[in-house]
T-cell receptor, first 111, second 115 residues
């Protein structure tokens, strides 16, 4: 079992929709959780991170961690075509300095 | 801004050739990483380095080697390229974990095609 599991999609939504992207993880020792965004033909870049559990909001984006169910979520409100990208969840911390990534979910927001 | 620069964006090589992929970072990061990214498989770690001349194998090191002679530079070497090494290669760097969350800063990627 991979440490971080993520449905690769693709996920296609109309502009303005609320998007929910999800991952599960296996090791409860993990502390930091991150979301990276990767546009086509570019390297990933950090979008948000959360520590331990709870929510973190940044504009239209909300990252949520539920440690009881080992679930990581990213919500995008009022989605825009410019949000079309691959979103990768990752875990950090937990005694290792090597982040572990999910496979990434391809999101397409059509006008 | 943090910058991770991969010298070649697109390469086409023949089976059996030796291939060098170069990566340079300008943030004085201790850690550097090489990943490959394939459709449906996500990011897979090939090698990483936590200091000059230090290296550790990742999940898929077979067929690859690395070199880190200077802190800012991390090279990936394919000794004898094969068609199954056709992929997107991503270099990344980070501070050590106790200084940060371990955020990785990625380069733009090098797309290698082996014929």
């Amino acid at each position: 079992q991979k440490e971080v599991e993520q449905d690769p999609g693709p996920l296609s939504v109309p502009e303005g929709a609320i998007v929910s992207l999800n991952c599960t993880y296996s090791n409860s020792a993990f502390q930091y959780f991150m979301w990276y965004r990767q546009y086509s033909r570019k390297g990933p870049e950090l979008l948000m991170y959360t520590y331990s559990s709870g929510n973190k909001e940044d504009g239209r984006f909300t990252a949520q961690v539920d440690k009881s169910s080992k679930y990581i979520s990213l919500f995008i409100r009022d989605s825009q075509p410019s949000d079309s990208a691959t979103y990768l969840c990752a875990r950090g911390g937990g005694g290792s300095y090597i982040p572990t990534f999910g496979r990434g979910t391809s999101l397409i927001v059509h006008p | 801004d943090v910058k991770v620069t991969q010298s070649s964006r697109y390469l086409v090589k023949r089976t059996g050739e030796k291939v060098f992929l170069e990566c340079v970072q300008d943030m004085d990061h201790e850690n550097m990483f090489w990943y490959r990214q394939d459709p449906g498989l996500g990011l897979r770690l090939i090698y990483f380095s936590y200091d000059v001349k230090m290296k550790e194998k990742g999940d898929i090191p077979e067929g690859y080697s690395v070199s880190r002679e200077k802190k800012e530079r991390f090279s990936l070497i394919l000794e004898s390229a094969s068609t199954n090494q056709t992929s997107m290669y991503l270099c990344a760097s980070s501070w050590v974990i106790h200084k940060s969350t371990g955020e990785l800063f990625f380069g733009e990627g090098s797309r290698l095609t082996v014929l």
